[in-house]
T-cell receptor, first 112, second 112 residues
Framework: NAGVTQTPKFQVLKTGQSMTLQCAQD?????MYWYRQDPGMGLRLIYY???????DKGEVPNGYNVSRLNKREFSLRLESAAPSQTSVYFC???????????FGQGTRLTVV | DQQVKQNSPSLSVQEGRISILNCDYT??????FLWYKKYPAEGPTFLIS?????DKNEDGRFTVFLNKSAKHLSLHIVPSQPGDSAVYFC???????????FGQGTTLQVKP
């Protein structure tokens, strides 16, 4: 019962480097989301995918791109990392828009 | 502008007593509210929700109260247990997109 799996769990990047955060769910969920959590800010939505083949911007999309590779997988890419992108990133999925969201364990990213 | 606010960053209660966590929101159109619980190094997990057609929802030791006129909701935990020590996030799900808007979180410590 893996649920939502994120890789990697930790990453340190230098400013300007690129990387992709991977997320996969095995619950046959239609909707997937990427959030970031910063101290004192709660979780903020970066991008979401309501269904396979669609993606939309959330509250803080700048500096990120996403790919809904298939129904199971939703990746988040940082093309040129900046220190402001130091955060904990959470992927989530839900069966549909009305269902509760299940979260992965998070990826702690530090950009130096 | 923070649409969902949890004004108390932390709360400490004695085991067996009641914990009350508060949340305020700004938009009277919000109609679905949730509480998530988060342990360190884990993703948030869904705890309880309430629709705007209700003013109370109960699940075991957890009860959520909604005061629409005050745009305020609260989570009551009775009796509190040390295992309840975690960060609690209030969230709203606007419209039918599945997106969540989170508050900043309140860290609850339940002392034995």
């Amino acid at each position: 019962n893996a649920g939502v799996t994120q890789t990697p769990k930790f990453q340190v990047l230098k400013t300007g480097q690129s990387m992709t955060l991977q997320c996969a769910q095995d619950m046959n969920h239609n909707s997937m989301y990427w959030y970031r959590q910063d101290p004192g800010m709660g979780l903020r939505l970066i991008y979401y995918s309501a269904s396979e083949g669609t993606t939309d911007k959330g509250e803080v999309p700048n500096g990120y791109n996403v790919s809904r590779l298939n129904k199971r997988e939703f990746s988040l890419r940082l093309e040129s990392a900046a220190p402001s992108q130091t955060s904990v990133y959470f992927c989530a999925s839900s069966y549909d828009r009305d269902s509760e969201a299940f979260f992965g364990q998070g990826t702690r990213l530090t950009v130096v | 502008d923070q649409q969902v606010k949890q004004n108390s960053p932390s709360l400490s209660v004695q085991e067996g007593r009641i914990s009350i966590l508060n949340c305020d929101y700004t938009n009277s159109m919000f109609d679905y509210f949730l509480w998530y619980k988060k342990y360190p190094a884990e993703g948030p997990t869904f705890l309880i929700s309430i629709s705007s057609i209700k003013d109370k929802n109960e699940d075991g030791r957890f009860t959520v109260f909604l005061n629409k006129s005050a745009k305020h909701l609260s989570l009551h935990i009775v009796p509190s247990q040390p295992g309840d020590s975690a960060v609690y996030f209030c969230a709203v799900k606007p419209g039918n997109t599945g997106k969540l808007i989170f508050g900043q979180g309140t860290t609850l410590q339940v002392k034995p």
